[in-house]
């Protein structure tokens, strides 16, 4: 369980700019709260990660106060700042929307550089008091007991120490090549891992931030020799990738093909920002049927699946009226963008009010389908995406081929389908994706003593024998298996 940021916050990003890093936000309970959810969780063999915003902290927090205070004071370097050139702008890097990323302040006079909003001042990595408090930091939640930690912006932490202003503009590749991804950044990591090996059991996973399509290659950089830095490292090329069995083919198999020797993999296709998976791949046209497609590949993929809230049951963006609208981008970029609140709207349990998630009136509201998509009806439905996930889930703990196995893709170009391997030495499975609107049949299966172990529209076929040739129905998953008889 991935919790997104529940510390102390003003919550201008929220909670992604924090004002004290051991303190909870009242909104989210209290530090016993969270201890007795690390407690009942653990004792159900959940374990518990959290966010780790180390690039920038908010405004209010006390190191900032007392930085901006005085340029001579002992935390002043704790935060990036500058008096600016000739009366300008030190450079021209600009925030991830778009805005200068520098701001003057008042007190002294000089600029401090923000990658977010300017409620979120970066901090000063050069600086090894800050690398020594944020350590003690993590510390402290590891001998809480934490079991790992999402790293915000991970690529981000370091900027380069010149200010070079960064080219003005590029069309296909990141024009950010001074304020991101510097060497240093794959230092810090590797020290960062060094502290967690020493609990044992621990796991990171940092956040790649690069703009749209996606960039796996960078994205594994920071996983080092895949024992050294980063255990997983998010890339967001599926999310940005079209839907069809060819582009997801040459998605997937680039992004194995960079993984570090011994780096895990992770998917993920849906978040807090980047909206949700059903409505990527031109939803709504049979959205329920493709989002039984996308939990097939997310939990038969060679990797560590990520699914975000409520896309368990097939959850939507919402759209967001303007006077609702929370999230400062959509504020500020309305109508052009509309912000990430989408994503973010109340999970639907039932079909009461607010869908169950709270008697009060929620911050956000809730999705108008919540009275058909909700957890309730889902559980007792058969054929709903919510008992896909769980047979799949299931599946996933009962064959360990689809955790362990390797992988091979046995890709046919305009097949209209993707179709891959995972093998141990005891056991092989095939799992096949339709990604057309049509019938597709499948070739390349072993034709003896496979069984359907699963597939996605089981009120028209049982699971057992396979029979081949296998005929796929459109959007139809399908995972078989059979043991090994190849064996040495
Ligand atoms: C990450 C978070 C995002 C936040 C930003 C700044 O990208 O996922 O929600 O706004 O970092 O912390």
């Known amino acids: 369980m991935w919790l997104s940021p529940i510390y ?25 709260d969270f201890n007795r959810l690390l407690e009942e969780a653990h004792s159900r063999n959940i374990r518990v990660m959290i966010d780790l915003v180390l690039n920038h902290t908010s405004v209010l927090h006390p190191w900032f106060t007392e930085a901006r205070s005085s340029t001579t004071h002992a935390r002043r370097d704790w935060y990036i700042w500058h008096p600016g050139r000739k009366g300008r702008k030190p450079n021209n890097w600009l925030t991830n929307f778009g805005r200068s990323a520098w701001k003057r302040d008042e007190a002294t006079g000089e600029y401090y550089y923000h990658s977010f909003f300017p409620e979120q001042p970066d901090l000063n990595w050069r600086n090894p008091e800050v690398k020594k408090a944020m350590f003690n930091m993590v510390k402290y939640w590891l001998a809480k007991g934490v079991d790992g930690f999402r790293l915000d912006v991970a690529n981000m932490l370091f900027k380069e120490e010149g200010l070079t202003n960064n080219p003005a503009w590029a069309l296909v590749s990141d024009r950010n090549v001074y304020n991101r991804n510097q060497p240093e950044v794959y230092e810090l990591l590797r020290a960062f891992r060094r502290l967690l090996d020493r609990y044992p059991g621990r796991v990171s996973i940092g956040e790649i931030y690069v703009p749209p399509p996606g960039n796996s290659r960078l994205a594994a950089s920071f996983m080092g020799n895949g024992q050294d830095m980063l255990h997983m490292a998010f890339d967001f090329t599926l999310i940005f990738t079209r839907w069809s069995a060819c582009a997801f083919y040459q998605a997937l198999s680039k ?28 939803f709504p046209i049979d959205k329920e049927k493709k989002a039984k497609l996308l939990a097939t590949l997310l939990l038969t993929l060679r990797g560590t699946p990520f699914i975000y809230y409520g896309d368990e049951i097939g959850m939507c963006n919402r759209h967001i009226p303007r006077s609702r609208i929370r999230d400062r981008y959509g504020r500020l970029l309305y109508p052009f963008y509309t912000g990430r609140d989408k994503a973010r709207t109340p999970m639907q349990w039932d079909n009461t009010s607010h869908a169950g998630f709270s008697p009060a009136s929620p911050w956000l509201p809730v999705h108008r389908n919540y009275r058909q998509c909700n957890v ?38 305009q097949a209209g389908y993707l179709l891959y391997e995972r093998t141990t030495d005891e056991k092989c499975c095939w799992i096949a994706l339709n990604f057309s609107p049509f019938v597709r049949k499948v070739t390349g299966l072993p034709e003896n003593e496979a069984m359907v172990v699963y597939h996605s529209s089981d009120n028209r076929r049982m699971c057992g024998r396979a029979t081949f040739p296998l005929r796929l129905f459109p959007y139809e998953a399908v995972v078989i298996g059979k043991e090994r008889t190849d064996r040495k």
Request: glycine share 8%; aromatic share 14%.
């Open 8 to 32: 102390a916050s003003p919550l201008v990003d929220e909670g992604y700019d924090i004002s004290d890093y051991t303190a909870i936000h009242p909104r989210y309970g209290t530090m016993e």
């Open 255 to 282: 992004y194995y093909r960079v993984l570090p020797g011994g780096g895990w993999p992770c998917f993920v296709f849906s978040n807090h920002d980047l909206g949700r998976a059903v409505n990527h791949y031109l």
């Open 376 to 413: 309730a009806s889902q559980q007792v439905q058969e054929g709903s995406v919510f008992t896909h996930y769980r047979k799949l889930l299931q599946l996933r703990r009962e064959l360990p081929v689809l955790q362990q196995g390797t992988i091979r893709f046995l890709y046919k170009r």
